[in-house]
């Protein structure tokens, strides 16, 4: 039997109290968080939660993503049925869907019965893929098999709630079988089939089976919903909504003053939005599938660092709201709710988990949030960056040479400094293309290409500094706050205007971060130059070079994913050798990292795989004779790594040592 309508509105109304005293527990935590603008440019974000929240662009760009947007959009529909169930619980017998016109109801019931086979199937497929290939080992959880079971439960009652309606109404109208059934299965494949075999003298007591179980059911998930990891049901749409609009290709400026506080040191400085992705993680695995420190055996987890978040803020809101101090540390090796100091210096900042996420929640900067606090706030970080530290601020490069050595790399060449009344592009060098040995060919080539196709340029020489970016990465922002002031001072007394660089680190520095200073200059990586110089004819190529062999690209992190430059090195590579370089499995906005990424250029790797050694394991997969790059970090990696794995017959190139061989040898 079902129950009197004074029955299920207790059962309703004590279920809706537990629902919205967990969301209030919850997401009223979320109005610790420090402020900060998210909306902006609203029609934008509109549009872009229209297409990645119920479009599910993200979710579906992975196979099994499919799945996930089939029990979305069955829910969506099923919302309906869910709405009647309620209020004819409430009002029996008063507001059903059949009461609508024929036209309206037979299309509904139609996608209501087929919305709720599509979820059955999906959710015993998840479950299915949990049970014997989940996304992560711990993804093997009693909740997740709770929910699933719960979703499949609300899907079974329904048919047996449909059907038993259906073989009753044809019993007591006394229609002929065969035809109602018929009928019935046109309307309602899965219900109607079942009438068909439901035994006539059992309908009441299956009816009220199956209605008890969907109410219990509903009433369950109502509850269980807002106290789960299920949260990002509700969250993940307005997450969508106030997500970062540019590439992460910058972090906020810090104010130096007395008093105030650097970086995160508990959870309440985190801002608002921050905290809203904590609850918004649908710890689906991706991010941690893609980056490359979990990838090659790091503590480093970006799934586990937001869940710490999350646990971290569930444990310490009821004390910081009331003023109190928190208990349980938001860094350290305190468990769940802690992120450990390894996990935090173990990111290179290459954004793959940023790209991955399907609701934008922003991993890598949490944790720049993280290492600026313990690098300005405590004094704590690897031993092995004290010397880069000085370095920087001593002499403004990592390696500490003095800054009369910056022009040693053109000392047999013309190079002519840079003069705002008659250059036209400033070549910023960078640390790596003036002191490093092996990328002073790579500026040795630009500087070559350049007069060969008669462009206007100019460097700073000595009193060229260090853009800042791996100190900025790496947390020490007071220094980056210094360096970029005095790199700005710089380039207004030059009137530098336009900037060429070689290093995508120095790229997107100039280009993103020190338009927080005020400057708004024209930067163009060297890749994209090339490539332009080629398209315009001012660098013409007679012939192409076979001296590269069969040549493989690898993508930059700060070139690609953070600036969304990917087309210009292939160019330049398929210019100069007459073919495009081969792709690695990994590439463009999927790309891996090559390890030297947010400072840990200047750091050893002690735990697991070398980064980088499991990049140019997967280049050398595609027997490749030149490896390709546009970077002097990557170049760096790639060649330790490849005589870490002895394969000497390969060659590392930048895009501009290609294009100067085809051009100039």
């Known amino acids: 039997m079902t129950p009197s309508p004074s029955i299920f509105a207790a059962l309703l109304l004590s279920s809706l109290v537990v629902f919205a005293w967990g969301c209030w527990k919850r997401l009223g935590l979320i109005s610790l968080g420090q402020p900060e603008e998210r909306c902006n440019n609203i029609g934008t974000r509109i549009g872009d939660m229209l297409l990645y929240a119920f479009g599910q662009k993200r979710v579906i760009s992975k196979p099994f993503g499919f799945n996930h947007f089939i029990i979305f959009w069955s829910f969506l529909i099923l919302l309906v049925a869910n709405t009647e169930f309620i209020l004819n619980g409430l009002f029996p017998h008063t507001i059903k869907l059949v009461k609508l016109p024929f036209e309206l109801y037979v299309p509904l019931a139609f996608m209501i019965d087929i919305a709720s086979l599509l979820a059955l199937t999906a959710v015993t497929v998840a479950a299915v893929r949990r049970l014997l290939s989940p996304p992560y080992p711990e993804a093997r959880t009693p909740e997740a098999f709770f929910i699933l079971g719960l979703i499949a439960t609300l899907m079974i009652a329904s048919f047996g709630l449909n059907a038993s309606e259906l073989a009753g109404y044809m019993v007591k109208s006394g229609s002929d079988p065969a035809?109602?059934?018929?009928?019935?299965?046109?309307?309602?494949?899965?219900?109607?089939?079942?009438?068909?075999?439901?035994?006539?003298?059992?309908?009441?007591?299956?009816?009220?089976?199956?209605?008890?179980?969907?109410?219990?059911?509903?009433?369950?998930?109502?509850?269980?919903?807002?106290?789960?990891?299920?949260?990002?049901?509700?969250?993940?749409?307005?997450?969508?909504?106030?997500?970062?609009?540019?590439?992460?290709?910058?972090?906020?400026?810090?104010?130096?003053?007395?008093?105030?506080?650097?970086?995160?040191?508990?959870?309440?400085?985190?801002?608002?939005?921050?905290?809203?992705?904590?609850?918004?993680?649908?710890?689906?695995?991706?991010c941690q599938n893609v980056c490359p420190a979990s990838i090659t055996g790091k503590p480093l987890n970006p799934r586990a660092v937001i869940h710490d978040i999350k646990m971290n803020l569930l444990e310490n809101g009821t004390a910081l709201k009331k003023g109190g101090m928190p208990q349980a540390p938001l860094i350290g090796e305190g468990g769940e709710g802690s992120v450990s100091e390894e996990s935090i210096w173990g990111c290179t900042t290459c954004g793959a988990c940023m790209e991955a996420c399907p609701v934008f929640i922003e991993q890598m900067p949490k944790i720049i949030q993280l290492r600026r606090h313990l690098v300005e706030s405590e004094a704590k970080f690897p031993e092995e960056l004290l010397n880069l530290f000085e370095n920087m601020e001593g002499r403004s490069n990592p390696w500490g040479i003095a800054p009369s050595e910056r022009t040693k790399w053109c000392g047999q060449m013309d190079v002519r400094p840079y003069d705002k009344d008659k250059t036209e592009y400033l070549f910023y060098v960078g640390c790596a293309g003036s002191f490093d040995s092996r990328n002073k060919h790579v500026s040795v080539a630009m500087a070559q290409l350049l007069d060969k196709a008669g462009i206007s340029w100019g460097i700073l020489g000595k009193d060229e500094k260090c853009c800042g970016d791996s100190v900025r990465r790496l947390g020490n922002e007071y220094v980056f706050d210094r360096m970029a002031?005095?790199?700005?001072?710089?380039?207004?007394?030059?009137?530098?205007?336009?900037?060429?660089?070689?290093?995508?680190?120095?790229?997107?520095?100039?280009?993103?971060?020190?338009?927080?200073?005020?400057?708004?200059?024209?930067?163009?990586?060297?890749?994209?130059?090339?490539?332009?110089?080629?398209?315009?004819?001012?660098?013409?190529?007679?012939?192409?070079?076979?001296?590269?062999?069969?040549?493989?690209?690898?993508?930059?992190?700060?070139?690609?994913?953070?600036?969304?430059?990917?087309?210009?090195?292939?160019?330049?590579?398929?210019?100069?050798?007459?073919?495009?370089?081969?792709?690695?499995?990994?590439?463009?906005?999927?790309?891996?990292?090559?390890?030297?990424?947010?400072?840990?250029?200047?750091?050893?790797?002690?735990?697991?795989?070398?980064?980088?050694?499991?990049?140019?394991?997967?280049?050398?997969?595609?027997?490749?004779?030149?490896?390709?790059?546009?970077?002097?970090?990557?170049?760096?990696?790639?060649?330790?790594?490849?005589?870490?794995?002895?394969?000497?017959?390969?060659?590392?190139?930048?895009?501009?040592?290609?294009?100067?061989?085809?051009?100039?040898?």
């Not at 001072?489 to 338009?515: M, W």
């Open 485 to 665: 002031r005095e790199n700005v001072a710089i380039f207004i007394e030059h009137g530098v205007k336009k900037v060429i660089t070689q290093c995508p680190h120095c790229f997107s520095t100039l280009k993103n971060d020190y338009r927080q200073y005020g400057l708004d200059l024209e930067v163009i990586h060297h890749s994209e130059l090339l490539r332009n110089l080629v398209q315009d004819g001012k660098l013409v190529l007679d012939r192409t070079t076979g001296e590269m062999g069969t040549t493989v690209f690898h993508d930059s992190c700060y070139l690609g994913r953070h600036n969304d430059v990917y087309d210009a090195p292939r160019e330049v590579v398929q210019a100069a050798t007459g073919q495009a370089p081969a792709e690695m499995e990994r590439n463009r906005s999927n790309a891996f990292c090559c390890g030297a990424g947010g400072g840990r250029m200047w750091m050893e790797e002690h735990v697991g795989e070398r980064i980088n050694l499991t990049r140019v394991n997967e280049a050398l997969l595609r027997k490749p004779d030149t490896i390709c790059v546009a970077c002097p970090y990557c170049m760096t990696m790639f060649e330790d790594g490849l005589k870490d794995v002895k394969a000497d017959n390969v060659k590392v190139r930048d895009v501009a040592e290609v294009m100067a061989e085809a051009l100039l040898r």
């Open 179 to 286: 035809s109602f059934l018929a009928t019935a299965r046109k309307i309602m494949p899965v219900s109607g089939l079942l009438a068909g075999l439901l035994p006539p003298l059992q309908l009441e007591a299956i009816h009220a089976a199956a209605w008890w179980a969907h109410a219990l059911a509903l009433f369950a998930f109502i509850c269980y919903l807002p106290n789960s990891k299920h949260m990002h049901i509700l969250t993940a749409i307005p997450n969508c909504f106030f997500h970062r609009l540019e590439k992460p290709n910058t972090q906020p400026r810090e104010e130096f003053t007395v008093g105030n506080q650097f970086g995160v040191g508990r959870v309440d400085r985190y801002s608002w939005k921050d905290l809203l992705d904590s609850f918004s993680c649908t710890e689906c695995g991706r």
